[in-house]
């Protein structure tokens, strides 16, 4: 498929060790799956607190009856007064309100009464209240594009712009104040009678009531103050706007009619003994709110931005400071928060409008059920689970119990289980890969080894060179090792047994031929009549040829063993194939000998075998000479090595033999240079025995000429 | 009356053919097919020459321990060794076990018949004195052709009779060099050439044990031997 990339072992089984990468995203769902409990768990917990919160609220009409007569509330006449937890300084500056978000607006749809020129930038005014310690604070931001004071002599307080403030006392009382300032700064408002003409009579100033006043770019803004002790739970606002020249009031806008005690709006102000209630209660693992059944919160307990839910005073951790936890801390948790989300200590959460909290779990709980919902934050970077149950006066939903809590503290816990189980993954991995790598390694180590080894161990002609050693590994690969050896083993006992089957084919051969040559001795002497007998002849020599070719047989073996007894010295080779060269132009006169000897470095060898090899040699280069041809034969200083090579013309070799001549047995002689002498292709095989014993090559090859053939051999100089 | 000689064969035919051979010699021929018959045979009378067979029957090496109790009966008794074996190594331990001869079963009946008329030859001129005409010196050489006995500078060399014949065929024409055929030819043996080449490699080692600076036989690589006559 791929001929370019042929993956090894080592390189499969890194693949396969990185399954063991799904371990950890096993982890992560496992310890998913954990959260969820752990969620179902803080659910069941939360319920639990607010059902506990509840029970201390039920049947504690004291609590709630106040406002309970309301039907419906309205949004911008029934005020709910936000706690205010900084100091207001009343001097008309609105820069020390930090709820202002909360503030209504109130214009065109608020007017309680009008002339007809009423034009909407005539007035309009921002206002909100809320509670500090023991007062009501209110402010008014009002655009107005004309001011009108109270003249200085004027007994009328109506005939100018004015605020005034009507709500019902503890004691049921309906009363209605009026502020109508000279100028700009403190203010005193007035007790108007009551009474039921829409009239103002000023009874006298109330000192209780307190207020400032300041011009602004685009009108003025009243702060004001009245004591809670005065309040009941209605309270209504109304400004009225003169302009210049004008005897009329232009318009009257107001949070509710404030000349009626029943249409009065109401005021929420939180209530202190719930609150007090739910301190006591000690719960600070959640963020409790109170509700009445208009969902606005009568007292609330616990910063949602500290509580963590229940588990979050488990996970305080000693600060650890050992190397590792740095080395975590430093390399480990930059890799896990790329996936993991650490629960954030700061994140909004203005979902709530305190005058007004929605939700699944309110509704539900006002229904009379328990409910619980989770959210996510605005900036999403905080999941809140929040409970809420219902409180019951007299088998009434009159309001309900909220518990809030972050899932911070579960995503605190999961984080820490998911950094421990990444880091034990990591090691588990980092360490079983690299067991695995070397595993492999070694696996394919010894299988390349064993490769080596059963492509060493027989040569190019199919010889067995060396034996491979069996592995005594109790394994797979040693079993191949071994029966890799033993095959080997086998099949040199074939080898052995097929090189030696000459010698011993001649053993066996011997003793017949001797039967049969010492029969016919025998017969000659016995019948001398049969001495000239041509077919005693025959017999004779063929017997003659027989006996030659059992001894030629046999010297291939002989030679093997006089090799292990063959001494070496130190000999010039030149003079060697000198005399050897003197030798054959006698025994061979048909035949010309050229010799050119270069060479006059000594040679370290058996000068008998090597002459012996020169026979085998010259012998067969004879035997393929053309008639009258010359033999060549040329000795070589080469560097580090002696070459002989003996040159002749005559038939060349066929392309497939070239290689196979050195082997036993093997001849390319045809029928037409069969001779006398009986050959049984052993000559070249014995040059090849001398040449390996002296650490040589010898190859045998066409001449490059194609007129005949060249045997080369190279003997390595001993250095 | 005749010389008897022994032939330990375990193959019927070659043993009967030589023994046939033998007699027609006029010498008294004795068979064993096995060790255990030839030991109780010579135990009754010791042969005048015994021919052995190494391999006999099951024993592989039966004649070796044959050559060895009879030489223990007999220092002086020609041993020859007759045997389907040439290795070197069977070669050297046959003639190592006090073997006078180790002959090679191709070797033609009348090589054989000439090493044992050799070998009573020279049983019996051991007996007589020695005749001046049969003498051979050559340097540091005196070769008793008629007691087949060899001498280097006066110590006797103890060649076999093949080796003595090679010895003697060198020495004869001290100076000329001698090819293997020829060597063969005078040795009455018809052996291949590397027999040859450990012939003359035994020859030198026996001549050197006597005198170490033994040096007169000279390889002509490719063409022979040649004896070099020292300055004695």
């Given at each position: 498929m791929f001929?370019?990339?042929r993956?090894?072992?080592r390189?499969?089984?890194?693949?396969?060790s990185?399954f063991l990468?799904?371990?950890?995203?096993l982890g992560?769902?496992?310890?998913?799956?954990?959260?969820?409990?752990?969620?179902?768990?803080q659910?069941?917990?939360l319920?639990?607190?607010?059902?506990?919160?509840?029970?201390?609220?039920?049947?504690?009409?004291?609590?709630?009856?106040?406002?309970?007569?309301?039907?419906?509330?309205?949004?911008?006449?029934d005020?709910?007064?936000?706690?205010?937890?900084?100091p207001?300084?009343l001097?008309?500056?609105l820069?020390?309100?930090?709820?202002?978000?909360?503030?209504?607006h109130?214009?065109?749809d608020n007017i309680?009464s009008?002339?007809?020129?009423?034009?909407?930038?005539?007035?309009?005014?921002?206002?909100?209240?809320?509670?500090y310690?023991?007062?009501?604070?209110a402010y008014?931001?009002?655009?107005?594009?004309?001011?009108?004071y109270?003249?200085e002599?004027?007994?009328?307080v109506?005939?100018?712009?004015?605020?005034?403030?009507?709500f019902?006392?503890?004691?049921?009382?309906f009363?209605r104040?009026?502020i109508?300032?000279?100028?700009?700064?403190w203010?005193?408002?007035?007790e108007?009678?009551?009474t039921d003409?829409e009239?103002?009579?000023?009874?006298?100033?109330?000192s209780?009531?307190?207020g400032?006043?300041?011009e602004?770019d685009?009108?003025?803004t009243?702060?004001?103050?009245?004591?809670?002790?005065l309040?009941?739970?209605?309270?209504?606002?109304a400004i009225?706007d003169?302009?210049?020249?004008?005897?009329?009031?232009?318009?009257?806008?107001?949070?509710?009619?404030?000349?009626?005690?029943?249409?009065?709006?109401?005021?929420?102000?939180?209530?202190?003994e719930?609150?007090?209630i739910?301190?006591?209660l000690?719960?600070?693992?959640?963020r409790?709110?109170?509700?009445?059944?208009?969902?606005?919160?009568?007292?609330?307990?616990g910063?949602?931005?500290?509580?963590d839910?229940?588990?979050?005073?488990t996970?305080?951790?000693?600060?650890?400071?050992?190397?590792?936890?740095r080395?975590?801390q430093?390399?480990?948790?930059?890799?896990y928060y790329?996936?993991?989300?650490?629960?954030?200590?700061d994140?909004?959460?203005?979902?709530?409008d305190?005058?007004?909290?929605?939700?699944k779990?309110?509704?539900?709980?006002?229904?009379?059920?328990?409910?619980s919902?989770?959210?996510l934050t605005?900036?999403s970077?905080?999941?809140?689970?929040a409970?809420?149950y219902p409180?019951?006066?007299?088998?009434?939903?009159m309001?309900?119990v909220i518990?809030?809590?972050?899932?911070?503290g579960?995503?605190?816990l999961?984080?820490?289980?998911l950094e421990?189980?990444?880091?034990?993954m990591?090691?588990v991995?980092?360490?079983s890969?690299?067991?695995?790598?070397?595993?492999?390694?070694?696996?394919?180590?010894?299988i390349r080894?064993?490769?080596?080894q059963a492509?060493?161990a027989?040569?190019?002609?199919g010889?067995?060179q060396?034996?491979?050693?069996?592995?005594?590994?109790?394994?797979e690969i040693?079993?191949?090792?071994?029966?890799?050896?033993?095959?080997?083993?086998?099949l040199?006992q074939?080898?052995?047994?097929?090189?030696?089957m000459?010698s011993?084919?001649?053993?066996?051969?011997?003793t017949p031929?001797?039967?049969?040559r010492?029969?016919l001795e025998t017969?000659d002497?016995e019948?001398?009549s049969?001495?000239d007998?041509?077919?005693l002849?025959?017999?004779?020599?063929?017997?003659?040829?027989l006996?030659?070719i059992?001894?030629n047989?046999s010297?291939?073996s002989?030679?093997?063993?006089?090799?292990l007894?063959?001494?070496?010295?130190e000999?010039d080779?030149?003079e060697?194939?000198e005399?050897?060269?003197?030798?054959?132009r006698m025994?061979?006169p048909?035949?010309q000998?050229?010799?050119r000897?270069?060479?006059?470095?000594?040679?370290?060898g058996?000068?008998?075998?090597?002459?012996?090899?020169m026979?085998?040699?010259?012998?067969n280069?004879?035997?393929?000479?053309?008639?009258?041809?010359?033999?060549?034969?040329?000795l070589?200083?080469?560097?580090?090595?002696?070459?002989?090579?003996?040159?002749?013309?005559?038939?060349t070799?066929?392309?497939d033999?070239?290689?196979?001549?050195?082997?036993?047995m093997v001849?390319?002689?045809?029928g037409?240079?069969?001779g006398?002498?009986?050959?049984?292709?052993?000559?070249?095989?014995?040059?090849?025995?001398?040449?390996?014993?002296?650490?040589?090559?010898?190859?045998?090859k066409?001449?490059?000429d194609?007129?005949?053939?060249?045997v080369?051999v190279?003997?390595?100089?001993?250095? | 009356?005749?010389?008897?000689?022994?032939?330990v064969?375990?193959?019927p035919?070659i043993?009967?053919?030589y023994?046939?051979?033998m007699?027609?010699q006029?010498?008294?021929?004795?068979?064993?097919?096995n060790?255990?018959?030839?030991?109780?045979g010579?135990?009754q009378?010791?042969?005048?020459l015994a021919?052995?067979?190494?391999?006999?029957?099951?024993?592989?090496?039966?004649?070796?321990?044959?050559?060895?109790?009879l030489?223990?009966?007999s220092?002086?008794l020609?041993i020859i060794?007759?045997?389907?074996?040439?290795?070197?190594l069977?070669?050297?331990?046959g003639?190592?076990?006090?073997?006078?001869?180790?002959?090679?079963?191709?070797?033609?009946?009348?090589?054989?018949?000439a090493?044992?008329?050799?070998?009573?030859?020279?049983?019996?001129?051991?007996?007589?004195?020695?005749?001046a005409?049969?003498t051979?010196?050559c340097?540091?050489?005196?070769?008793?052709?008629?007691?087949m006995?060899?001498?280097?500078?006066?110590?006797?060399?103890?060649?076999?009779v093949?080796?003595?014949?090679?010895?003697?065929?060198l020495a004869?024409?001290?100076?000329?060099?001698?090819n293997?055929q020829?060597?063969?030819?005078?040795?009455?043996?018809?052996?291949?050439?590397s027999?040859?080449?450990?012939?003359?490699?035994?020859i030198?080692?026996?001549?050197?044990?006597?005198?170490?600076e033994?040096n007169s036989?000279?390889?002509?690589?490719?063409?022979?031997?040649?004896?070099?006559?020292?300055?004695?």
């Amino acid at each position: 498929m791929f001929r370019w990339f042929r993956p090894g072992l080592r390189f499969k089984l890194l693949l396969i060790s990185g399954f063991l990468f799904s371990i950890p995203w096993l982890g992560y769902e496992y310890v998913w799956e954990m959260e969820k409990y752990l969620r179902a768990g803080q659910e069941k917990t939360l319920s639990g607190t607010v059902r506990a919160v509840a029970t201390a609220l039920h049947e504690r009409p004291k609590l709630f009856d106040v406002q309970a007569s309301y039907r419906s509330l309205e949004r911008g006449r029934d005020l709910y007064a936000y706690p205010i937890i900084d100091p207001i300084r009343l001097d008309g500056d609105l820069r020390d309100w930090r709820l202002k978000q909360h503030a209504l607006h109130y214009g065109i749809d608020n007017i309680l009464s009008q002339s007809a020129k009423y034009r909407p930038s005539t007035l309009s005014f921002k206002h909100m209240v809320g509670t500090y310690k023991d007062y009501l604070y209110a402010y008014f931001d009002v655009a107005d594009d004309d001011i009108v004071y109270r003249p200085e002599n004027s007994l009328l307080v109506d005939k100018n712009d004015h605020l005034q403030i009507a709500f019902t006392t503890p004691a049921g009382d309906f009363r209605r104040y009026l502020i109508s300032p000279y100028s700009a700064g403190w203010l005193t408002p007035y007790e108007m009678a009551p009474t039921d003409s829409e009239e103002n009579r000023p009874l006298r100033p109330e000192s209780r009531i307190q207020g400032s006043m300041i011009e602004t770019d685009t009108g003025y803004t009243i702060e004001l103050r009245i004591p809670l002790s005065l309040l009941s739970s209605k309270l209504s606002f109304a400004i009225t706007d003169f302009d210049t020249g004008n005897i009329e009031p232009m318009v009257t806008i107001s949070t509710s009619n404030i000349w009626n005690e029943d249409e009065l709006g109401t005021v929420l102000v939180p209530s202190p003994e719930i609150e007090q209630i739910i301190k006591g209660l000690g719960h600070s693992s959640s963020r409790i709110w109170v509700i009445d059944r208009y969902q606005r919160v009568l007292a609330k307990a616990g910063d949602i931005k500290n509580v963590d839910g229940a588990w979050s005073s488990t996970n305080s951790e000693d600060p650890d400071q050992s190397a590792w936890r740095r080395f975590e801390q430093k390399w480990l948790h930059p890799i896990y928060y790329q996936f993991l989300t650490r629960p954030p200590s700061d994140f909004i959460d203005t979902l709530y409008d305190a005058a007004n909290l929605e939700g699944k779990h309110i509704d539900q709980a006002l229904t009379g059920r328990s409910g619980s919902s989770w959210r996510l934050t605005e900036d999403s970077r905080a999941v809140i689970l929040a409970a809420a149950y219902p409180i019951y006066i007299d088998d009434q939903v009159m309001g309900a119990v909220i518990a809030e809590e972050t899932t911070n503290g579960i995503r605190t816990l999961r984080n820490q289980a998911l950094e421990k189980l990444f880091t034990m993954m990591l090691a588990v991995m980092l360490a079983s890969t690299v067991g695995i790598f070397f595993f492999a390694s070694r696996i394919s180590t010894r299988i390349r080894k064993l490769r080596d080894q059963a492509e060493g161990a027989i040569d190019s002609r199919g010889r067995i060179q060396a034996p491979i050693v069996a592995s005594p590994v109790q394994d797979e690969i040693g079993d191949l090792s071994r029966s890799f050896a033993d095959m080997l083993k086998r099949l040199g006992q074939y080898h052995n047994y097929l090189e030696n089957m000459s010698s011993r084919l001649s053993h066996e051969l011997r003793t017949p031929v001797a039967v049969v040559r010492s029969s016919l001795e025998t017969l000659d002497m016995e019948d001398e009549s049969l001495a000239d007998s041509v077919y005693l002849q025959r017999a004779k020599d063929g017997l003659d040829r027989l006996s030659k070719i059992l001894t030629n047989m046999s010297e291939a073996s002989r030679l093997e063993e006089s090799l292990l007894q063959a001494e070496k010295s130190e000999f010039d080779l030149a003079e060697l194939l000198e005399g050897c060269i003197q030798g054959y132009r006698m025994a061979y006169p048909q035949v010309q000998f050229d010799l050119r000897a270069t060479a006059s470095e000594p040679f370290d060898g058996a000068p008998e075998l090597l002459a012996q090899l020169m026979d085998k040699l010259i012998a067969n280069a004879v035997e393929f000479s053309a008639r009258d041809a010359s033999i060549q034969v040329n000795l070589e200083q080469r560097p580090g090595s002696l070459q002989i090579s003996v040159a002749n013309l005559g038939p060349t070799l066929p392309a497939d033999m070239q290689d196979r001549l050195f082997d036993s047995m093997v001849s390319v002689r045809t029928g037409h240079v069969q001779g006398q002498e009986p050959h049984l292709g052993l000559g070249l095989h014995i040059a090849r025995l001398i040449t390996e014993f002296h650490k040589g090559q010898i190859e045998i090859k066409n001449r490059e000429d194609a007129l005949g053939v060249v045997v080369r051999v190279k003997l390595p100089m001993n250095t | 009356m005749s010389r008897r000689v022994a032939i330990v064969e375990d193959e019927p035919a070659i043993r009967e053919n030589y023994a046939a051979v033998m007699r027609r010699q006029g010498y008294q021929v004795s068979t064993y097919k096995n060790r255990r018959e030839a030991m109780a045979g010579f135990a009754q009378q010791l042969p005048d020459l015994a021919i052995i067979d190494i391999g006999l029957e099951d024993e592989i090496d039966g004649g070796f321990l044959l050559c060895q109790s009879l030489r223990s009966l007999s220092t002086s008794l020609p041993i020859i060794f007759l045997t389907a074996r040439d290795s070197d190594l069977d070669t050297v331990s046959g003639l190592r076990m006090g073997a006078d001869d180790y002959l090679t079963k191709d070797i033609s009946i009348p090589h054989m018949t000439a090493r044992i008329s050799a070998l009573f030859r020279r049983m019996e001129a051991l007996k007589e004195p020695a005749e001046a005409a049969q003498t051979l010196i050559c340097g540091s050489l005196t070769m008793d052709m008629a007691r087949m006995q060899v001498t280097w500078k006066g110590k006797t060399v103890d060649l076999t009779v093949t080796e003595l014949w090679m010895v003697q065929a060198l020495a004869k024409h001290a100076g000329h060099v001698k090819n293997r055929q020829q060597l063969m030819r005078d040795a009455q043996v018809f052996v291949d050439d590397s027999t040859i080449t450990s012939h003359i490699k035994r020859i030198r080692k026996k001549f050197q044990q006597c005198d170490p600076e033994f040096n007169s036989i000279d390889t002509v690589y490719g063409m022979g031997y040649r004896w070099t006559q020292d300055k004695a």
